[in-house]
């Protein structure tokens, strides 16, 4: 079993940065894919992006890409999530996600933490 913990979410003005965090216990991360989603009001839950155990393949939604930035560090148990140039229509719950496997792919995934929230003002 893995739980994962997120943290970091806030309130922002478009245009602005916030990095989330998300920390893992019960098992290491090694071999674990990781990715990120969110949830809009209103809307399904949408993968943001997700990175492979070694950190050496990412994968982005196109409405993110050049704009967030996933990475890992597995000695810290730890995935994060830099996100820039946030718009308003990156509010929503922000979700840590793990899978066991080697490609990084949009889903399914085993084990969710409880999600952050991120509002982007305009």
């Known amino acids: 079993q893995v739980q994962l913990v997120e943290s970091g979410g806030g309130l922002v003005q478009a245009g602005g940065s916030l990095r989330l965090s998300c920390g893992a216990s019960g098992r290491a991360l090694t071999r674990l894919v990781m990715g990120w989603f969110r949830q809009a009001q209103g809307k399904e839950r949408e993968f943001v992006a997700g990175i492979s155990w070694t950190g050496g393949s990412t994968r982005y939604a196109d409405s993110v890409k050049g704009r967030f930035t996933i990475s890992r560090d597995n000695a810290k148990n730890t995935v994060y999530l830099q996100m820039n140039s946030l718009k308003p229509e990156d509010t929503g719950v922000y979700y840590c996600?793990?899978?066991?496997?080697?490609?990084?792919?949009?889903?399914?995934?085993?084990?969710w933490g409880q999600g952050t929230q991120v509002t982007v003002s305009s």
């Open positions: 996600a793990a899978r066991s496997g080697v490609s990084v792919t949009t889903g399914p995934y085993d084990y």
